[in-house]
């Protein structure tokens, strides 16, 4: 068994030392989000716009921002999505696989319904997988699942969580 974990080290440990010299300084990625689907089936996403936005560092972690909102079909209603994330770049050669989480805040914006809801805490873990081409950029796509809900002026609690995909493109320096 100690074996087997020196072994696992030595390769995981040599995988990294190698992506970190043939990786870029830094890169930067955008993104948008293409649909969201509610966890609650009573609930249809009419649609979702916005921008995710990250920075990866020259170790392989990076930081992130993503701003949505998702309109809600069949009503005057949007979500709007704001999450701050942590990720890191799995040392994969070949394609990027990243691996993040994410936390922020979700809101109900409409005309009657923004002073009966609070904003909620939403929390996120998320993964892209990308494919590298002319060498210093990559496709990617990507699947998040965001865990929220939001209180109105009564105390009962809606549940807002659901499931995102996107695409984007990276830039490395």
């Known amino acids: 068994m100690r074996t087997l974990a020196k072994a696992l080290t030595v390769v995981f440990g040599s995988l990294l030392i190698a992506s ?26 009419d649609g979702t716009s916005g921008v995710f936005a990250a920075v990866k560092l020259p170790i392989l972690v990076g930081l992130g921002v993503e701003n949505y909102s998702t309109d809600i079909k069949g009503q005057d209603t949007k979500l709007n999505t704001t999450m701050y994330d942590v990720f890191y770049l799995l040392p994969i050669p070949i394609i990027n696989f ?9 809101e109900l914006d409409c005309a009657t ?4 809801y609070d904003t909620g805490t939403a929390t996120q873990w998320y ?3 990308g494919f590298p081409f002319l060498g210093i950029a990559d496709l990617h796509v990507s699947y998040r699942s965001v865990s929220s809900k939001i209180e109105d002026s009564s105390g009962n609690k809606t549940d807002v969580s659901g499931n995102v995909t996107g695409i984007g493109v990276s830039v490395g320096f």
């Open 20 to 45: 970190t010299a043939s990786a870029e300084l830094f890169s930067v990625s955008v993104g948008i989000p293409v649909s969201h689907t509610f966890s609650d089936d009573a609930v249809e996403s």
């Open 113 to 116: 319904c923004s002073a009966q």
């Open 98 to 106: 990243t691996l993040g989480v994410g936390m922020g805040t979700t």
């Open 127 to 129: 993964g892209s997988l």
